[in-house]
T-cell receptor
Framework: AQKVTQAQTEISVVEKEDVTLDCVYE???????LFWYKQPPSGELVFLIR??????QNEISGRYSWNFQKSTSSFNFTITASQVVDSAVYFC????????????FGPGTRLSVLP | DGGITQSPKYLFRKEGQNVTLSCEQN?????MYWYRQDPGQGLRLIYY???????QKGDIAEGYSVSREKKESFPLTVTSAQKNPTAFYLC??????????FGEGSWLTVV
């Protein structure tokens, strides 16, 4: 079955600290896609990244980096030198190619970056 | 501007009323979705549509209805059968199951 787990409900860090948000997934498909979204207080979900199941190369975009490991079914997200503007709820999501193309979201992790 | 437009941003419903939330996209995406988010909670899928004139129930479809008469539009009706409709509703679209993009959301409150 399709499932996404984000074990960290809330995280608080002080500005400039590094923080890693965990995401563990379950899938029955061999081809799937993983995503991270950011939901600031305004409410809109902002797309951050998509990863294909056959591409395990880690990715870095500015202060953001993602570590995809199929062996542990994890897709973790690290923010380096966090800033107050990073405060938001972050969602990890999974889409299976061969099973209805439905998207399943994790419960989200609320990140608070304190000045 | 290209994107997904939801309206209204805020809506109040009286007990027993049906209300319709609008969702329009000009991204030429095939698939459209409706999600519900309760305070402090994750997203739950209400309905989704992969093509015009076709849609499927999600995990919490009871008390909701949708239509997909045009590719650009996917309105959601919250019927009086939905006993606890107060929530944040998010519309999304996707080019054939690829990355999903969201609108700004609509807040529905029962008064």
């Amino acid at each position: 079955a399709q499932k996404v787990t984000q074990a960290q409900t809330e995280i608080s860090v002080v500005e400039k600290e590094d923080v890693t948000l965990d995401c563990v997934y379950e899938t029955r498909d061999t081809t799937y896609y993983l995503f991270w979204y950011k939901q600031p207080p305004s409410g809109e979900l902002v797309f951050l990244i998509r990863r294909n199941s056959f591409d395990e190369q880690n990715e870095i975009s500015g202060r953001y980096s993602w570590n995809f490991q199929k062996s542990t079914s994890s897709f973790n997200f690290t923010i380096t030198a966090s800033q107050v503007v990073d405060s938001a709820v972050y969602f990890c999501a999974l889409s299976e190619r061969n099973y209805g193309q439905n998207f399943v979201f994790g419960p989200g992790t609320r990140l608070s970056v304190l000045p | 501007d290209g994107g997904i437009t939801q309206s209204p941003k805020y809506l109040f419903r009286k007990e027993g009323q049906n209300v319709t939330l609008s969702c329009e996209q000009n991204l030429n995406h095939d698939a459209m979705y409706w999600y519900r988010q309760d305070p402090g909670q994750g997203l739950r899928l209400i309905y989704y549509s992969q093509i015009v004139n076709d849609f499927q129930k999600g995990d919490i479809a009871e008390g909701y209805s949708v239509s997909r008469e045009k590719k650009e539009s996917f309105p959601l009706t919250v019927t009086s059968a939905q006993k606890n409709p107060t929530a944040f509703y998010l519309c999304a679209s996707s080019p054939s199951g690829n990355t999903i993009y969201f609108g700004e959301g609509s807040w529905l409150t029962v008064v």
